[in-house]
């Protein structure tokens, strides 16, 4: 089992920055995938950015060069900066990783908004 707690959503204004992070209860070495997926008022979940144990970095077309997803073995703890936000980008966060047993786990989300 494997609990996963997101922080740092919240209201900002266009143009402007947030981390988020996720906080995972056992070691990320354990896990072969983490993510962060999102879901706006009324649309369907989409994956924001990804990342797997062999290397591989996904971003979504909307979030390329904006967002960056990275990690923090020693904390357990997975992040997502997101800058030069847009009022689009509002929308539940949620961390989602796969653990090496194959078990799949979310967080409890959190919300950003973005002003325009």
């Known amino acids: 089992q494997v609990q996963l707690v997101e922080s740092g959503g919240g209201l900002v204004q266009a143009g402007g920055s947030l981390r988020l992070s996720c906080a995972a209860s056992?070691?990320?070495?354990?896990?072969?995938?983490m993510g962060w997926y999102r879901q706006a008022p009324g649309k369907q979940c989409e994956l924001v950015a990804a990342?797997?144990?062999?290397?591989?970095?996904n971003y979504a077309d909307s979030v390329k060069g904006r967002f960056t997803i990275s990690s923090d073995n020693a904390k357990n703890t997975v992040y997502l900066q997101m800058n030069n936000l847009k009022p689009e980008d509002t929308a539940v966060y949620y961390c989602?990783?796969?653990?090496?047993?194959?078990?799949?786990?979310w967080g409890q989300g959190t919300q950003v908004t973005v002003s325009s």
């Open positions: 989602y990783v796969e653990a090496s047993w194959g078990a799949k786990y």
């Open positions: 056992r070691s990320i070495l354990l896990l072969n995938l």
């Open positions: 990342f797997s144990r062999v290397g591989d970095t």
